[in-house]
């Protein structure tokens, strides 16, 4: 199979090619980042007003990846930055998939990186280092399992147990 990251997809077109593979997210989030069509192995993080394993996860190698992040859906604190999202731009990640919110929308919208969320905020998270990496977390209808695979764009967000071509 071709790498489900190098390759512009369709969630549509996924959806009608591999209809009893795929998981389909609720409507609910919104593209923040510069690219609106993203996908790769799903890295999870579940966490609460506190962002840190974020910070932490984009400082490490990200290619072929995408980090799902269950924020609890909290609306109160932004859980994705410029900083930490340019951090993730330059270790290779192809996108997060935060629910929750993002701030720095306008210096998101200029990066390499997908980014969907349920809305924005300007208020920063407190780092307390609290937080699980890579276990299944549950939104929208859908589990993320990490090692698994996931699709956004501006179609909405799609999940497979293994990588998808068109």
Not at 39 to 44: D, F, L, R, Y
Not at 57 to 62: I, S
Request: glycine share 12%; charged share 20%.
């Amino acid at each position: 199979m071709t790498n489900p990251v190098s390759e512009r997809f369709s969630t549509p077109d996924l959806c009608d090619q591999f209809p009893d593979q795929v998981q389909v997210l609720e409507p609910m989030l919104g593209n923040f980042g510069g690219r609106d069509s993203f996908g790769g192995e799903i890295v999870t993080i579940k966490c609460h007003e506190d962002n840190s394993l974020v910070k932490e996860n984009a400082a490490r190698p990200g290619a072929g990846k995408v980090m799902v992040v269950d924020g609890g859906g909290s609306l109160r604190r932004a859980l994705l930055g410029d900083m930490i999202a340019e951090t993730a731009v330059q270790n290779g990640w192809q996108g997060l998939i935060i629910y929750g919110c993002v701030r720095d929308v306008d210096a998101l919208m200029e990066l390499d990186l997908g980014v969907q969320a349920l809305a924005s905020i300007p208020l920063k998270t407190e780092k307390r280092g609290i937080g699980d990496l890579n276990v299944p977390v549950t939104f929208g209808g859908v589990t993320f399992t990490p090692g698994h695979y996931v699709y956004a764009d501006n179609n909405g967000v799609i999940v497979a147990a293994s990588p998808l071509s068109n």
